[in-house]
């Protein structure tokens, strides 16, 4: 049973060194992280109408600098999800993250941020104004909801139409002082939600990673 993301979980991060701070991610992170992919597998499987497979981050190329966050992702493959749209919970040293994600490596971004320019008005009233975006899963800053204009978000989905290594990325961060005032029933409830919140751009994504390409 997922025990819940406590302060412990988020001071592994100040732990110096790869192999020290992968030591107590392995051992203390990374069982939740798979908890939590066995916990919602299913669920999204349900809301997504085909299945999900969870994928917990292995941070295998590393050699040298230790990982700054870690996650698991859930997506429609057995092999990867790099390349899939997906979502992803996870935390770094200050917060905990759960994302809808495109990330640079995914064949159908250019279509997928057409497809979001057609359909900016919608997902405009879709996105609660409290959730955050982010053009990059490598840093831990992001643009929040409540502050960006017609324009801002035409330029998110414009770059991830032209942009190489550009990315997209909707979702919610909470604090750490936050979270870890919450059980772990009160967490899980916050994921489940913000989930079924950012299902609609999950099947936006379906829609064209089965197009014709």
Avoid at 23 to 50: C, M, N, W, Y
Avoid at 75 to 88: E, V
Avoid at 182 to 192: G, I, P
Wanted: proline letters at 6%.
């Amino acid at each position: 049973m997922f025990q819940g993301f406590g302060k412990e979980d988020f001071n592994i991060f100040t732990i110096e060194g790869l192999q020290p701070r992968m030591d107590a991610i392995i051992s203390q992170v990374r069982p939740k992280l798979e908890e939590l992919g066995t916990h919602f597998s299913a669920s999204l499987s349900g809301q997504a109408g085909e299945e999900l497979f969870a994928h917990v981050a292995k941070h295998a190329r590393r050699s040298v600098n230790p990982p700054d966050d870690t996650w698991v992702a859930f997506a429609n493959s057995k092999r990867g999800y790099k390349k899939l749209p997906h979502f992803q919970i996870g935390l770094w040293e200050t917060h905990v993250f759960v994302w809808f994600a495109v990330i640079y490596e995914s064949p159908v971004k250019k279509d997928f941020g057409t497809l979001l320019e057609e359909k900016q008005e919608q997902i405009a009233k879709m996105i609660p104004k409290d959730y955050v975006w982010s053009d990059d899963h490598t840093k831990p800053d992001v643009l929040p909801f409540k502050d960006m204009d017609k324009e801002d978000m035409q330029r998110l989905f414009t770059r991830l139409q032209n942009v190489k290594k550009a990315e997209l990325l909707c979702g919610i961060t909470i604090p750490r002082e936050d979270i870890v005032e919450m059980d772990a029933k009160q967490q899980l409830s916050l994921f489940e939600s913000t989930f079924q919140t950012l299902m609609p751009l999950y099947q936006m994504g379906i829609e064209k990673r089965k197009a014709p390409m």
